[in-house]
């Protein structure tokens, strides 16, 4: 049983890594763009590349659970971060 929920938070959090690391591209592109840092663009957009992945990355896994509704059903005591997420939704 313990394999499937792994599995599952694994495709979750997959999913959700694309959908973030492409909104934290975006500002970061934006950022990046839009300000005097556009003659450096060249060497700051493979950096802003690694840094928005390895940000997205455990971001996802940590949000992965949450996305289920038996982490709903099961944590009736809800920190103020989820309680924000819950709201929401």
């Given at each position: 049983m313990g394999d499937v929920v792994m599995t599952i938070r694994f495709a979750i959090a997959c999913m959700v890594c694309l959908m973030v690391q492409a909104v934290?591209?975006?500002?970061?592109?934006?950022?990046?763009?839009?300000?005097?840092?556009?003659?450096?663009?060249?060497?700051?957009?493979?950096?802003?590349?690694?840094?928005?992945f390895a940000i997205s990355a455990p971001f996802s896994w940590w949000l992965a659970p949450r996305l289920r509704a038996r982490y709903w059903r099961e944590h009736r005591n809800l920190s103020a971060a989820d309680k924000a997420l819950s709201a929401l939704s």
């Open positions: 934290l591209f975006g500002i970061g592109a934006v950022l990046i763009l839009a300000t005097p840092l556009k003659h450096q663009a060249m060497e700051l957009m493979p950096w802003m590349i690694a840094v928005t």
